[in-house]
């Protein structure tokens, strides 16, 4: 998903590259996994790898470092691990 746009009068639309949101989403996947690292081992591994070096690591823009800023969003914090397994 690198584009939406809500249903209401005003349309916000955010358009990211293909490339940002693979990258956002593996940062998600790191961080709500760190949570339970002893269950989520080898999967940790495999995913940090690929976001080492995933070609926007090296450059990530303001817009993308304001989307990890944790002050901005908590939702990641509310995931429940447990509802993940079904």
């Not at 939406?4 to 709500?32: M, N, T």
């Not at 760190?34 to 926007?56: A, E, N, T």
Request: glycine content about 2%; proline content about 3%.
């Amino acid at each position: 998903m690198h584009t939406i746009q809500s249903r209401c009068d005003f349309r916000p639309v955010l358009k990211l590259e293909k490339g940002e949101v693979e990258w956002l989403g593996l940062h998600a996947y790191v961080q709500v996994l760190m949570r339970k690292q002893s269950r989520h081992k080898d999967l940790l591994v495999v995913l940090s790898s690929r976001l080492r070096f995933h070609r926007i690591s090296s450059r990530v823009s303001p817009e993308l470092m304001h989307a990890l800023d944790p002050s901005n969003s908590s939702i990641l914090w509310n995931i429940n691990l447990a509802e993940c397994k079904r």
